[in-house]
Structures are given as C-alpha cells and as structure tokens.
C-alpha cells in the first residue's frame, strides 16, 4: 500500500495529525532531522571541494589545465539540464519560487543534482560558491520529508526553511546567519511558527558541522579598535560598495546576454564561459575556484603590498565570477561576494590611507564583505551576521552594520530586485508570504466551480426561459448544444434582462437575442490569481469554466473572496507553533 494512500493512513501517522500539540511535536523531530541531513551534505560537499581544490592546484603548471574549468562547467550544465532535468537557475531563487508557487515542493531530485553540478564548477576552478547548491539540497531534503509524513502546506514550506537553515549554518559555522537567511531571503515571513523550527535546525545543523570539522572560525582573526573616523569612511564605502554591487550583477548579466546570443545552447555557454575563466586564471590563479584562501589574507592583513595587485586581483575575480555565474555555471553568489568584498575593502583601505588615520586592512575587509553582500542579495541582516560569525569581528559591529544598510538601501535605488529576486520578478514568479498574489496562490479554483447548474438550450423560446428563471436563483444560464453538448455561451440574465422582457420578442430563441459569446472561458488548471487577472480585464464577476468544449461550471468572484477571508484567518492561527 502506498504511503501517500489519504484513505487508510498508518497508524502511527493518523495518531499525530488527530492532535496539534503533537503534529507541532513531529514539526519539530523533523526539524532536527532536517538539520541533521542538511549538515551531512554540507560537510561533505566541503570535504570534496578541499580535496579536489587541492588536486587542481598540484597540477596548476600544467599546459592544459586552461581547459579544465570548460570541461568541469559543460559537464556540470549537461548532467543538470540532460539527467537531473534542472531548469538551469542559479538555485535559491528556484526555491523561493517553490515556496511561494508550489507551497514549498522542491524535487527528491534536487537532493543530489545541486551538490554534484557545484562541485563540478568549482572543483574544476569556476569561480562560484558551495552555499546555493548545499541551500537546495537542504530545502528538498525539508520539503520531501514533510511530503513523507504527510504535513501540511505551511510545515512544508517551514521545513523547507529549515534546510536552508541547516545548510548555512553547517557550512559558515554560524546558527544565527543560518536562521536570518531562512527567513529573510527564503520564506520572507518571521513567525514563531516559521522561527522555532528553522532555529532548531540551524543551531543542529552546526553542531554536528562542528563534531564533523571542529568549532573554527572560518576567518577568526584578531583585529585593531576601531573609531570615529572609521563611522565616517564607513559611510563612503557603504557608498562605493554600492555601485561595486550594481556593477557586479550587471556583469553577470551581461555574460549571460552575449552568451546566449552566440549559442542557444546550456552546455556550450558554460564551456565558453569556463575557458575564458580558465585563460583568466592562467595569469592571476588567485581569481579561480572559490576564493577564500583570498579572504583569509585579507583578514590577517598578508596581502601583498601594493594597491595595483589588489586592483587586478579585484578585476580577476569579478571577471571569472561573472563568465561562470553568467555563462549558466551551477554554483553560489554567497562566497564571490565575501572575496570580491574583501578585497574592495582592501582597495579602500590602501586608497583611504594615505589622507586619513583608519583602522587596519582586515577591519576593512569586514566592512567591505558586508558591503558587497549586502548590495547584491539586498538582505542586511544576513550579511551583517555572515560577516560577523565567520570573522568573530563583532568590535566593528557599529561599523558592519551601517555598511550593510546604506549598501542594500543605495543598491536597491540602482537596481529595484536583489540577485535571488530580478529574474523571479521578471517572470512574475516572485510571491512573498502576507500578500494578495501568496493568498490567492492558496486557494483551488477547482473546489469552488459550481457544477450543479441550470442549463438551457439556443432553441429554447424567451417565454420557456422565463419558466426556467422562476426556478433558478442564478444569475448566469449556460447555453448548450443539444446535440453535442458542447457550450455556445451564457445569458447574464441582469445585462440582459431588457432584452428578455421585452414583449415583442417572447417568441424568439434565447440564443438570438441573450447569447453572450464574448465572456472569456476559464480553464480548471488557471490559479486563482489568473482568474482574478481574467475577471478583472474583462469586467465581470461571473466567468464559464470550460475543458474541451465542455461547460464544467460557474466560478464567481464572490466565491473567490470568500476563500480568500478564509485563507487570511486561517494563516493568522498558523502564525503560533504553540
């Protein structure tokens, strides 16, 4: 018997759901496997990278190694567009539309195919991050075990947060940007409901990354004090973080305009993208892979001397980050931006120093990761924790933070949508929770059809009509063809009732003078918001649903609006887990 059998549910299963307190107990159970599963992949995923990175680098001299990056992209973009079926995104976004689309239904797929794509990528020197790739295995790890225990829409979706929790946090060693991230970028809600399960996977998802590789700081560093003068330049790098932001999306964007204007096809756009990468790196390695041997030297103030070195590593790197991410290579933004930040906030610093009497290099690199973070995913406050927990600077807290604001406040003047967010927009793809298009998203068309409906004929005469409407309270009559059964139109009896009462015309046919043919016709897979969209332009409450020809029912506003009062109720008691 099939575990998804509605009929006849296991025991153990139909125990739970009879019973919230339980049901929030399962959310919870579920919550630290998520966690669990969400670190193990994490780690794993991290080992593979440090020891692939570490292969790539030992053969770093040899002629052909320009090639590799081509190699690794192409047959990442092929096993994910060719055996794992992906849409070839650049993965978070695709969660978010899961959970604003599809109640939070993510692949089984998307488990496997995310990990082995990215590491791909960057193994094979692709300038890109592990942390989207480790964020949608975690959140369809979330979402399919909620599918197994057979948990409602809105635990699904909050589990689906919790992956990414998990991930995060495992793979930065840092719970509080894990949490921040679920709900600020993935769900956009902050409920209890949704903020005790996604911290509980997040603190768990980075116990058992530390029982696995040991509490370190990825970037721990002890640095300099910082002081007034450093608020004040704090301000301008906000400033110069935010054009360096703008400038650094719309480079990925442009690789993936002219990309696709020399070839329609996935896998030899990430091919030509890895070449350019690998030449790039043929001159400054430093720009390939994921960077973080960078940030380290950034934060201990080892970087080489000079501001033209950081300069041309700086152009390296968003070089390469724009050919893989904008070429289609699978892969994360997370960690291009914290290199690229680093050394922006070198850069600064050098060019600063010489006028003014500023803290140290590293604090710098703080202050520009946050920057660059900030401005490109349009999330504050997820960079500034990143910023903080995987650095332990949190004497530049002050600092840190008012970087990160002003970054995602003057980016978002330049470009309206964060990275995650632009192509959702575009699409129309992007429904954040609380609002009309999220609510309407809820409701099934299907279940408010009225299907038990008077019907009439075009050959029946106004005065039979007539009799038919002293038996009907609907507004709305179809007309059917007798001898097919398919639909002709409708009467809106009210538009037409001076047509119907009309004396001199009792004895014509009802589809002569009452025919209404230009109602447009719904279909029973249109979202609730479609026929909103449709009732609207169309200037009419009442619309036909038709499949085939075939006159299925009525659909009103009315109805529509009710469920949606009752959807508003509903989320308002869904908001306590307890």
């Excluded at 990354?209 to 370190?216: A, E, F």
């Excluded at 680093?342 to 590293?362: K, M």
């Excluded at 649903?545 to 109720?569: P, W």
Aim: with cysteine; glycine share 10%; proline share 5%.
């Amino acid at each position: 018997m099939s575990m998804y059998n509605h009929e006849n549910p296991p025991l153990l299963r139909r125990f739970f759901h009879k019973r919230e307190p339980l049901r929030n107990a399962l959310l919870l159970l579920v919550a630290v496997a998520v966690g669990v599963c969400s670190a193990l992949a994490a780690t794993a995923l991290n080992f593979a990278l440090e020891y692939l990175g570490e292969l790539r680098i030992a053969h770093s001299g040899a002629w052909w190694m320009f090639a590799v990056p081509a190699l690794g992209a192409m047959l990442a973009v092929f096993l994910s567009r060719s055996v794992f079926k992906e849409s070839g995104g650049h993965g978070v976004g695709e969660v978010i539309a899961c959970v604003g689309l599809k109640k939070g239904i993510v692949r089984p797929v998307a488990m496997i195919s995310a990990l082995v794509t990215s590491l791909l990528t960057i193994a094979s020197g692709g300038s890109a991050g592990p942390e989207a790739p480790v964020v949608v295995s975690g959140s369809s790890m979330g979402s399919n075990l909620a599918r197994v225990f057979r948990m409602s829409g809105q635990s699904r979706m909050t589990l689906v947060g919790c992956g990414a929790a998990g991930s995060i946090s495992a793979i930065f060693n840092a719970p509080v940007t894990g949490m921040i991230f679920a709900v600020e970028i993935i769900l956009g809600e902050w409920t209890p409901y949704n903020l005790v399960p996604i911290a509980i996977s997040s603190v768990v998802g980075t116990e058992v990354s530390r029982l696995l590789t040991g509490n370190v700081i990825p970037f721990g560093q002890t640095l300099p004090h910082m002081g007034i003068v450093d608020l004040q330049t704090s301000i301008v790098l906000a400033l110069a973080a935010s054009i360096a932001s703008v400038i650094f999306v719309r480079s990925i964007r442009l690789v993936g305009s002219v990309s696709s204007k020399l070839t329609s096809r996935p896998w030899l756009k990430a091919g030509f993208g890895g070449l350019a990468v690998g030449i790039i790196g043929m001159v400054f390695p430093e720009a390939m892979g994921e960077g973080y041997s960078s940030i380290r030297q950034a934060i201990n103030g080892s970087f080489p001397l000079g501001i033209s070195a950081v300069l041309f590593l700086l152009l390296s790197r968003l070089a390469t980050t724009s050919l893989t991410l904008g070429s289609g290579g699978p892969g994360g933004i997370f960690a291009p931006c914290l290199v690229l930040g680093s050394l922006f906030g070198i850069f600064f610093h050098r060019l600063v120093q010489p006028f003014a009497n500023i803290s140290g290099e590293g604090s710098y690199a703080l202050m520009g990761m946050a920057g660059i973070v900030s401005g490109v995913m349009q999330a504050p406050l997820t960079s500034t924790f990143l910023v903080l927990e995987i650095t332990n600077g949190y004497h530049a807290v002050v600092h840190v933070m008012i970087v990160a604001f002003l970054a995602s406040m003057l980016t978002h003047a330049f470009e309206p949508s964060s990275f995650y967010f632009k192509d959702l927009v575009e699409k129309g793809m992007l429904i954040r929770p609380k609002t009309d298009a999220r609510i309407l998203t809820d409701i099934n068309p299907k279940e408010l059809i009225q299907k038990n409906t008077t019907t009439c004929e075009p050959g029946m005469s106004v005065q039979d009509f007539l009799g038919l409407l002293q038996n009907s309270s609907q507004t709305h009559i179809p007309i059917i063809d007798p001898e097919n059964g398919a639909f002709k139109g409708m009467v809106d009896v009210v538009a037409a009732r001076s047509s119907i009462l009309d004396p001199d015309r009792s004895d014509n046919y009802i589809g002569e003078i009452a025919l209404d043919q230009e109602a447009p016709n719904v279909t029973s897979e249109m979202s609730a918001r479609e026929v909103i969209e449709l009732m609207n332009k169309s200037n009419r409450n009442t619309l036909p649903v038709v499949e085939n020809g075939r006159f299925c029912g009525f659909i009103t506003k009315g109805d529509i609006m009710s469920a949606y009062r009752k959807q508003l109720r509903s989320a308002s008691k869904q908001e306590n887990l307890f």
